[in-house]
């Protein structure tokens, strides 16, 4: 709840209908419990009155993006020596004579690349010299990469940019045209793209010689939205690791979060924000529970071939990692140890999975810490069948451990008993009941579907 308390950070932009940074930044209060609130201004042609204004009015952070990450300096009492150099702001922090200018990106992408390569000691290769590549560039140069190259269709904008980061920083930096890149001299290095080409269906690569992919060590590409581009598609063609700009998104907004706060953000808060961000740009994940024999393998199948999301089923999955069946992990280690084996799968998938089918175990429910990994990993269905339509689908699977040495009566009782203990469960985790009875697989999955 909003109160007179509750501290005011915001983002200026234009346009700036389809930001994610109020959801990040909201999501990140909302994680550790914190009193802010986050919001977006449509900024028009007065940007001086609109920071002065939000400084009159005591917002105490403010985010900058297109196009007024440079004009946006002339409104400003100082600059960070990192906004200074780059020569762009991205983040106000309010003082008490007015606002400070800091450049949050350099962190992001700093922080994205090193989640998967030491930057100091490589080569960097990036492609573009527009706005975006500045404070690419900087990283580079400050992070202890050997060389930096710059290529671009237009030489003299790269050659441009080099000399002034050059100049800056002290540095050597190379610009490239893109018609010459197969003079560059290294291998193994980090390859960057900075151009808009991705964001347009039916955009080509910047350059098209396979050389220059097959190289690297490592690509990543600032555009986040599609997820796959061609540069990222041309990557894994190669068999080079890559990822994409939503992680560099979200490491900017943490930096720039701490910097209003003066707090560190926890890591855990981060990971659980960006598995939240994820979900939300590339698709939310359908998350299928109920009884055994409800259907959720088969309805989960049919989702997927609707929906073209991927299907994955956990007790497999979980018998793929331990290398052996369901029965002998009971038999072998018991059922806690099988608990604690989808626990731990299931706070993981919480964590990684996105537009994804994902169909749960009948018992995930038997352990009540499951419930919110359950809601956090995504829409929940819960698929309700009879205890009769559950029995004519598992009399015959021996590898069931409830149908063991009974007859019809005898398992229909342990079914009706079993279901009884866990409906409550089922309840607290469920966001849909979906009613399976004289349904077929794809009938379930097209009500399923309805509701996405």
Same mark, same amino acid.
């Not at 400070?100 to 700093?110: L, M, V």
């Not at 279901?419 to 009613?435: S, T």
């Given at each position: 709840?909003?109160?007179g308390?509750?501290k005011?950070?915001?983002?200026?932009g234009?346009?700036i209908e389809?930001t $994610?940074?109020?959801?990040?930044?909201?999501?990140?209060?909302?994680?550790?419990?914190?009193?802010?609130?986050?919001?977006?201004?449509?900024?028009?042609d007065n940007?001086?009155?609109a920071?002065?204004?939000?400084?009159?009015m005591g917002?105490d952070g +403010?985010n900058?993006?297109v196009?007024f990450k440079?004009?946006?300096?002339?409104?400003?009492?100082s600059?960070?020596?990192?906004?200074e150099t780059i020569?762009?702001v991205?983040?106000?922090?309010k003082?008490p004579d007015?606002y400070?200018g800091y450049?949050?990106d350099?962190?992001?992408i700093?922080?994205?690349? %090193?989640?998967y390569i030491?930057?100091?000691?490589r080569?960097?290769?990036i $492609?573009g010299a527009?706005?975006?590549a500045r404070?690419v560039?900087?990283?580079?140069?400050?992070?202890?990469c050997?060389?930096?190259?710059i $290529?671009?269709?237009t030489?003299e904008?790269a050659?441009?940019?080099?000399d !002034?980061m050059n100049?800056k920083?002290g #540095?050597d930096?190379?610009?490239?045209a893109?018609?010459?890149?197969?003079s =560059?001299? /290294?291998d193994?290095y980090?390859?960057?793209?900075?151009t /808009?080409?991705?964001l347009? %269906?039916?955009?080509?690569? &910047?350059i098209?010689?396979d050389?220059l992919y097959?190289?690297?060590?490592?690509g990543?590409d600032l555009i986040?939205n599609?997820?796959?581009?061609?540069?990222?598609?041309? &990557?894994?063609e190669v068999?080079?690791?890559d990822d @994409?700009g939503?992680?560099? +998104? $979200?490491?900017?907004?943490?930096? /720039?979060h701490?910097?209003w706060?003066?707090k !560190?953000i926890?890591?855990?808060?981060?990971? *659980?924000?960006y598995?939240?961000? #994820?979900k939300?740009?590339?698709?939310? @994940?359908?998350?299928?529970?109920?009884?055994m024999?409800?259907g959720k393998?088969?309805?989960g199948?049919?989702?997927a071939s609707l929906?073209?999301?991927?299907f994955?089923d956990?007790d497999?999955?979980i018998?793929?990692a331990?290398?052996?069946?369901i029965n002998e992990?009971?038999?072998?280690?018991? %059922?806690?140890?099988?608990?604690? +084996?989808?626990?731990?799968?299931?706070v993981?998938y919480? +964590?990684?999975?996105?537009d /994804?089918? =994902?169909s749960?175990?009948?018992?995930?429910?038997?352990?009540e810490?499951?419930?919110p990994?359950?809601?956090?990993?995504g829409?929940?269905f819960?698929?309700?069948a009879s205890? !009769?339509?559950?029995y004519?689908?598992?009399k015959?699977?021996n590898?069931r451990?409830l149908m063991?040495?009974?007859d019809r009566?005898?398992?229909l009782? #342990?079914?009706a008993s079993?279901k009884?203990?866990?409906l409550f469960?089922?309840? *607290?985790?469920?966001?849909?009941?979906?009613d399976?009875e004289?349904k077929?697989?794809? %009938?379930?999955? !097209?009500?399923i579907?309805?509701y996405?």
């Amino acid at each position: 709840m909003i109160k007179g308390s509750t501290k005011v950070f915001g983002i200026f932009g234009r346009p700036i209908e389809h930001t $994610l940074s109020p959801f990040i930044h909201n999501s990140l209060a909302e994680c550790i419990g914190e009193d802010t609130v986050y919001t977006a201004f449509h900024v028009g042609d007065n940007l001086e009155k609109a920071v002065e204004g939000a400084f009159a009015m005591g917002v105490d952070g +403010l985010n900058i993006t297109v196009p007024f990450k440079e004009d946006v300096m002339k409104s400003l009492v100082s600059l960070d020596k990192t906004a200074e150099t780059i020569g762009a702001v991205n983040t106000l922090v309010k003082t008490p004579d007015g606002y400070k200018g800091y450049n949050t990106d350099a962190y992001g992408i700093k922080k994205a690349l %090193e989640e998967y390569i030491k930057i100091s000691g490589r080569d960097a290769v990036i $492609l573009g010299a527009g706005g975006a590549a500045r404070a690419v560039i900087y990283t580079c140069m400050t992070s202890g990469c050997n060389r930096v190259y710059i $290529l671009n269709r237009t030489i003299e904008k790269a050659q441009s940019l080099a000399d !002034e980061m050059n100049r800056k920083l002290g #540095r050597d930096g190379q610009a490239i045209a893109v018609k010459d890149a197969d003079s =560059i001299d /290294s291998d193994m290095y980090i390859l960057i793209q900075c151009t /808009s080409l991705g964001l347009k %269906e039916g955009d080509s690569l &910047l350059i098209e010689d396979d050389s220059l992919y097959e190289r690297a060590a490592f690509g990543y590409d600032l555009i986040y939205n599609p997820e796959e581009t061609p540069f990222t598609k041309k &990557l894994a063609e190669v068999g080079v690791s890559d990822d @994409n700009g939503l992680s560099m +998104l $979200l490491f900017q907004a943490v930096k /720039s979060h701490e910097l209003w706060t003066g707090k !560190e953000i926890p890591e855990e808060a981060v990971k *659980k924000v960006y598995a939240k961000l #994820r979900k939300k740009v590339y698709g939310n @994940n359908i998350v299928l529970t109920g009884f055994m024999g409800s259907g959720k393998t088969s309805v989960g199948k049919a989702l997927a071939s609707l929906t073209g999301k991927m299907f994955i089923d956990m007790d497999e999955a979980i018998v793929r990692a331990a290398g052996m069946s369901i029965n002998e992990i009971f038999e072998k280690y018991g %059922e806690e140890s099988f608990r604690r +084996l989808e626990h731990d799968m299931l706070v993981e998938y919480s +964590l990684d999975k996105y537009d /994804s089918i =994902i169909s749960t175990g009948g018992g995930i429910v038997v352990r009540e810490d499951n419930i919110p990994y359950l809601k956090e990993m995504g829409k929940v269905f819960y698929l309700d069948a009879s205890d !009769e339509t559950i029995y004519e689908r598992i009399k015959d699977d021996n590898e069931r451990p409830l149908m063991r040495g009974c007859d019809r009566d005898e398992a229909l009782k #342990r079914i009706a008993s079993l279901k009884a203990k866990r409906l409550f469960e089922y309840a *607290k985790a469920l966001d849909v009941r979906v009613d399976t009875e004289g349904k077929n697989a794809s %009938e379930i999955a !097209e009500i399923i579907a309805s509701y996405m």
